[in-house]
T-cell receptor
Framework: KQEVTQIPAALSVPEGENLVLNCSFT??????LQWFRQDPGKGLTSLLL?????REQTSGRLNASLDKSSGRSTLYIAASQPGDSATYLC????????FGAGTTVTVRA | DTAVSQTPKYLVTQMGNDKSIKCEQN?????MYWYKQDSKKFLKIMFS???????INETVPNRFSPKSPDKAHLNLHINSLELGDSAVYFC??????????????FGSGTRLTVV
């Protein structure tokens, strides 16, 4: 059974600082890994999708890496802004999505 | 042009009632899912359907019955609602059952409150 852990559970940083969010998983037999953002009371917005054969994906200020051998993925958010405040969820796809508990980020202006 | 739409957005009902949540996707995806987000915000899969066929049933009480009239729709019917059913229910879809080259797309959720 896939177990997904996200550390830290919460993070508060001043505006402009880079964010590093960690995700670890127990079963590397995955098709892909997807990072989502969830704002309070809202749905899930897909940020990045990394296929099993890829090592990283980038979109604007976001960069996600995948290391299946160590069972880890990291989401980097450069030059954080108050609008980046949200909960970030890591999800592994092995015919179903298995989610971590999320990292709640607060960016202080 | 909402890709995955759920109705209703909010649902408040009394214990013992029966209620339904509807989901539709216009992405042409083959696979649809129901996820439950509990009070601790943890998301867990309940069901998945591929081309109208039930694929995953994750030990959900049989009071929950999904129905897929076609591959663009997946509805969730809940009988005899209990307080513990209060949660946010998310519908999602993906291109296919496994490789999902384009990832999953989620609806905006239905907040169910049982009183």
């Amino acid at each position: 059974k896939q177990e997904v852990t996200q550390i830290p559970a919460a993070l508060s940083v001043p505006e402009g600082e880079n964010l590093v969010l960690n995700c670890s998983f127990t079963d590397s037999a995955i098709y892909n890994l997807q990072w989502f953002r969830q704002d309070p009371g809202k749905g899930l917005t897909s940020l990045l999708l990394i296929q099993s054969s890829q090592r990283e994906q980038t979109s604007g200020r976001l960069n996600a890496s995948l290391d299946k051998s160590s069972g880890r993925s990291t989401l980097y958010i450069a030059a954080s802004q108050p609008g980046d405040s949200a909960t970030y969820l890591c999800a592994l796809n092995d015919y179903k999505l298995s989610f971590g508990a999320g990292t709640t980020v607060t960016v202080r202006a | 042009d909402t890709a995955v739409s759920q109705t209703p957005k909010y649902l408040v009902t009394q214990m013992g009632n029966d209620k339904s949540i509807k989901c539709e996707q216009n992405l042409g995806h083959d696979t649809m899912y129901w996820y439950k987000q509990d009070s601790k915000k943890f998301l867990k899969i309940m069901f998945s359907y591929n081309n109208k066929e039930l694929i995953i049933n994750e030990t959900v009480p049989n009071r929950f019955s999904p129905k897929s009239p076609d591959k663009a729709h997946l509805n969730l019917h809940i009988n005899s609602l209990e307080l513990g059913d209060s949660a946010v229910y998310f519908c999602a879809s993906s291109q296919d059952l496994r490789t999902n080259l384009y990832g999953y797309t989620f609806g905006s959720g239905t907040r169910l409150t049982v009183v």
